[in-house]
């Protein structure tokens, strides 16, 4: 979900202590879901599909190329 708040004005945690809840002044609490695994599975979603090599070196110079969706 993208962060759209502005100036977050309130930030709490969820009871699992691992999910983020964030509100602004013109904007109601919204979740993020930060756990990795699911992490990467929306980033793949959006991304529909992967960084070429090229697009990998780019964003991510240095580190080696890997098929990550």
Do not use: N
């Not at 100036?7 to 993020?32: E, I, K």
């Not at 879901?33 to 980033?43: G, K, L, W, Y």
């Amino acid at each position: 979900m993208p962060v759209r708040l502005g100036r977050v004005l309130s930030l709490a945690f969820g009871a699992d202590g691992r999910t983020p809840h964030a509100a602004g002044a013109r904007v109601p609490v919204q979740t993020y879901d930060i756990d990795p695994a699911r992490a990467v599975t929306e980033v793949c979603r959006r991304a529909v599909g992967t960084l070429s090599p090229a697009e990998w070196r780019t964003c991510l110079p240095g580190i080696p190329y890997r098929k990550v969706c």
